[in-house]
């Protein structure tokens, strides 16, 4: 009888996969399993009422779905460790989403019971939407814990999305979807000066969402200039920019016309004021942001 032949072994060159449990035991790993939990409560039960067919509960139950939906997929990337095969850099990615997330959470938070949630709330439907809500709010807490912990540390620049100045560029890119949601034809054509803050909110969210799309993408290192000075300057004439927007805006949209005494949630007038605050925030965001930029720049330490 001849020898016996051994069984056969994995076919060469095609890599087994593995399992990395550290992607749900870290501490990260734990933030985005609870967030990943209670995005799924949220949704599912205002879904179980069936009444969030508005504009702003659909706005809610599409954060919760998307955060859930690509929470869930970073997750089972990072356990089957499959994550290093896309063509993008990863730790950025989970940055910018992880501060993304924080963001709609933190809003669907504040609009959904602020515009659904009826008063008395005595009965089992308005029970399971202030569950919802709290639900909610805890998820941001999670989201935002998952924020600090992949924080970068001062000095550290090989994840830029991770520094403030990166985690600063997809608040001020997420502000800037936020006025355009408020924006109404029929005001910012009035005048000329309202026009030119449209100008200012959309040219400032193209080039801040440029930059997250190129850093996450690795296509930083294809422009042929000094990228963190660029940045510095950018910062500097975007800050400028909101400047003029915080002072032109309120003028022209709400100087000399009073609050009408009906005025609901879509109301022209609570809209505009809404910009109004929004583009204050900004602003304190872009002169944050060149601060710091400015201090990675000109101010490192030494190694």
């Given at each position: 009888m001849g020898a016996r032949m051994a069984p056969p072994g994995p076919p060469r060159g095609r890599a087994m996969a593995t399992l990395n449990l550290r992607a749900l035991t870290s501490w990260v790993g734990i933030a985005r399993l609870l967030a990943v939990v209670l995005s799924c409560l949220s949704f599912s039960l205002v879904a179980s009422?069936?009444?969030?067919?508005?504009?702003?509960?659909?706005?809610?139950?599409?954060?919760?779905?998307?955060?859930?939906?690509?929470?869930?997929?970073?997750?089972?990337?990072?356990?089957?460790?499959?994550?290093?095969?896309?063509?993008?850099s990863w730790d950025d990615f989970t940055s910018a989403f992880s501060m993304l997330a924080a963001l709609m959470v933190f809003t669907s938070s504040v609009v959904f019971p602020a515009t659904l949630i009826k008063s008395p709330?005595?009965?089992s439907k308005c029970a399971r939407?202030?569950?919802?809500?709290?639900?909610?709010?805890?998820?941001?807490?999670?989201?935002?814990?998952?924020?600090?912990?992949?924080?970068?540390?001062?000095?550290?620049?090989?994840?830029?999305?991770?520094?403030?100045?990166?985690?600063?560029?997809?608040?001020?890119?997420?502000?800037?979807?936020?006025?355009?949601?408020?924006?109404?034809?029929?005001?910012?054509?009035?005048?000329?000066?309202?026009?030119?803050?449209?100008?200012?909110?959309?040219?400032?969210?193209?080039?801040?969402?440029?930059?997250?799309?190129?850093?996450?993408?690795?296509?930083?290192?294809?422009?042929?200039?000094?990228?963190?000075?660029?940045?510095?300057?950018?910062n500097v004439l975007a800050l400028l920019m909101y400047l003029t927007a915080m002072v032109v805006w309120p003028l022209y949209s709400l100087g000399g016309r009073g609050r009408p005494d009906s005025c609901g949630s879509d109301c022209w007038w609570n809209k505009n004021l809404g910009i109004t605050f929004l583009t204050i925030f900004n602003l304190i965001a872009y002169l944050v942001d060149l601060v710091y930029s400015t201090r990675m720049v000109f101010f490192r330490a030494p190694p």
């Open positions: 009422t069936g009444d969030f067919g508005n504009a702003y509960g659909t706005w809610c139950m599409f954060s919760w779905c998307f955060c859930f939906a690509v929470t869930l997929l970073v997750l089972l990337l990072e356990l089957l460790e499959l994550y290093p095969l896309l063509p993008l709330c005595n009965n939407q202030a569950v919802a809500t709290t639900s909610s709010c805890l998820c941001f807490v999670a989201y935002a814990l998952e924020v600090s912990l992949t924080r970068a540390k001062p000095g550290d620049i090989s994840s830029f999305l991770s520094t403030v100045p990166g985690l600063l560029k997809v608040f001020e890119a997420y502000v800037a979807c936020l006025i355009f949601s408020l924006l109404e034809r029929s005001e910012y054509t009035k005048g000329s000066g309202l026009m030119w803050c449209v100008a200012v909110y959309s040219l400032c969210f193209i080039f801040t969402l440029l930059i997250i799309i190129f850093t996450i993408g690795r296509c930083l290192s294809y422009i042929p200039c000094q990228l963190e000075k660029v940045l510095v300057g950018y």
